[in-house]
């Protein structure tokens, strides 16, 4: 099995961790990142002869169709707005492809790529990250345990071990990203209905065991496809993000003030966009890289056995010192490299570009995720 990993940033590094060291169906990795010194670094310190480094600027899309070639899967590790049109490479080249995903327009319109992606024999499967991505999956493994499910509720949150001020909070994948998922509308599903909630809004809080107090709030991009998939079986489904207490107001304050604002202004005869400052200005001034833990909560509400029942899911992931990979690493890249082998394996349901809850077997996955000491607690209340 031959894979690609496009992109040599933490999860670039992450997924090509677990195919060189989780997967020993895996023959054959390549790193390809614009920059080849970086990905020479990562392929340096995954340390197996199995990995090749390649320079690739995606934006050359020639370039990217001649080295996607001949790989049985590829996983897209780069920004969002690449992603359209690395599926259509994967297209062009036969290649199985997935990728970490976090925007819903770029996603329906790689599902629209379904017919051509069925005639070329392939899984263009977005969205494979950690939320959206594996709680995709989880929600349908968990759903499964019901005669009939009413409610889905979902929350996600990467912490860093030791926050600091001002907003506990360190950056541990894009902030191009985090800052479009404060941004964009939240799609859940509200009484039966597919509806779209303002992001960083209704407030609430939660525990976890030997946790300070969390919040939870909307974000956008965590349900994906969810709400289409469960439209007319479910009469709740939503998903928040989970942060230390206060994070939420300290933020929305600064989109309040346009912080985030993507229009230009002009300041002393220069134009700049805020976004585009507060971006660089978070990078330079939160931690990164530092100990983590990724927290994951679903909560399923429904019938079984004619009885009323509500069933929780809890996942608590941590930074592995082992093997220096942070929680969201693992959390995020693992789930990718699992779902790129089981393309490039056959054992998808379906060829064409389709949501993965559809297409992925769940409890395959969660076997999967076991091996690599990603657990789920169970317990009903």
Same mark, same amino acid.
């Given at each position: 099995?031959?894979?690609?990993?496009?992109?040599?940033?933490?999860?670039?590094?992450?997924? $090509?961790?677990?195919? /060189?060291?989780?997967? #020993?169906?895996?023959?054959?990795?390549?790193?390809?990142?614009?920059?080849?010194?970086?990905?020479?670094?990562?392929?340096?310190?995954?340390?197996?002869?199995?990995?090749?480094?390649?320079?690739?600027?995606?934006?050359?899309?020639?370039?990217?169709?001649?080295?996607? %070639?001949?790989?049985?899967?590829?996983?897209?590790? *780069?920004?969002?707005?690449?992603?359209?049109?690395?599926?259509?490479?994967? &297209?062009?080249? +036969?290649?199985?492809? %997935?990728?970490? +995903? +976090?925007?819903?327009?770029?996603?329906?319109?790689?599902?629209?790529?379904?017919?051509?992606?069925?005639?070329?024999?392939?899984?263009?499967? #977005?969205? %494979?990250?950690?939320? #959206?991505?594996? $709680?995709?999956?989880?929600?349908?493994?968990?759903?499964?345990?019901?005669?009939?499910?009413?409610?889905?509720?979902?929350?996600?949150?990467?912490?860093?071990?030791?926050?600091? #001020?001002?907003?506990?909070?360190?950056?541990?994948?894009?902030?191009?990203?985090?800052?479009? =998922?404060?941004?964009?509308?939240? !799609?859940? &599903?509200?009484?039966?209905?597919?509806?779209? $909630? =303002?992001?960083?809004?209704?407030?609430?809080?939660?525990?976890?065991?030997?946790?300070?107090?969390?919040?939870?709030?909307?974000?956008?991009?965590?349900?994906?496809?969810?709400?289409?998939?469960?439209?007319?079986?479910?009469?709740?489904?939503?998903?928040?993000?989970?942060?230390?207490?206060?994070?939420?107001?300290?933020?929305?304050?600064?989109?309040?003030?346009?912080?985030?604002?993507?229009?230009?202004?002009?300041?002393?005869?220069?134009?700049?966009?805020? !976004?585009? *400052?507060? +971006?660089?200005?978070?990078?330079?001034?939160?931690?990164?890289?530092?100990?983590?833990?990724?927290?994951?909560?679903?909560?399923? *509400?429904?019938?079984?056995?004619?009885?009323?029942?509500?069933?929780?899911?809890?996942?608590?992931?941590?930074?592995?010192?082992?093997?220096?990979?942070? /929680?969201?690493?693992?959390?995020?890249?693992?789930?990718?490299?699992?779902? /790129?082998?089981?393309?490039?394996?056959?054992?998808?349901?379906?060829?064409?570009?389709?949501?993965?809850?559809? /297409?992925?077997?769940?409890?395959?996955?969660?076997?999967?995720?076991?091996?690599?000491?990603?657990?789920?607690?169970?317990?009903?209340?």
């Amino acid at each position: 099995m031959k894979i690609l990993v496009i992109g040599a940033g933490r999860m670039g590094h992450g997924a $090509v961790f677990d195919l /060189a060291h989780n997967s #020993p169906e895996v023959d054959s990795i390549t790193i390809a990142d614009a920059n080849f010194a970086k990905a020479e670094q990562v392929a340096k310190i995954a340390g197996s002869r199995k990995i090749t480094a390649k320079q690739l600027d995606v934006s050359d899309y020639k370039k990217t169709i001649s080295v996607m %070639c001949g790989h049985d899967a590829a996983i897209s590790c *780069v920004n969002y707005w690449f992603n359209l049109e690395l599926a259509k490479a994967a &297209i062009e080249t +036969g290649t199985n492809f %997935c990728d970490l +995903g +976090g925007n819903n327009y770029i996603v329906d319109e790689q599902l629209a790529l379904n017919d051509e992606a069925k005639s070329a024999g392939i899984n263009i499967i #977005p969205d %494979c990250g950690l939320a #959206p991505g594996m $709680v995709s999956i989880l929600a349908i493994h968990g759903a499964a345990c019901f005669d009939e499910i009413e409610e889905i509720h979902i929350r996600v949150g990467g912490l860093p071990q030791n926050p600091k #001020p001002p907003l506990d909070y360190q950056l541990v994948f894009s902030v191009e990203g985090l800052i479009n =998922e404060y941004l964009e509308t939240a !799609r859940v &599903i509200r009484n039966g209905k597919i509806t779209e $909630v =303002e992001s960083m809004t209704e407030l609430e809080t939660l525990a976890f065991d030997d946790f300070p107090a969390l919040e939870a709030f909307q974000t956008s991009g965590g349900t994906s496809t969810l709400p289409e998939t469960f439209l007319g079986k479910i009469k709740q489904l939503d998903y928040k993000t989970i942060r230390y207490a206060g994070h939420c107001a300290k933020f929305k304050t600064m989109i309040d003030i346009g912080l985030c604002s993507s229009e230009e202004i002009v300041a002393d005869f220069v134009k700049i966009k805020p !976004r585009k *400052v507060l +971006g660089e200005l978070l990078q330079r001034n939160l931690p990164a890289d530092e100990p983590d833990y990724v927290l994951i909560r679903l909560e399923f *509400v429904g019938t079984k056995n004619s009885e009323s029942k509500t069933l929780r899911y809890d996942i608590v992931d941590k930074f592995d010192d082992q093997t220096n990979l942070s /929680a969201m690493m693992r959390t995020t890249a693992f789930p990718a490299s699992i779902i /790129a082998q089981m393309a490039a394996r056959g054992d998808v349901k379906m060829r064409g570009a389709t949501p993965q809850e559809k /297409a992925i077997d769940a409890e395959k996955f969660v076997s999967e995720m076991k091996k690599r000491n990603i657990r789920i607690t169970e317990s009903y209340m």
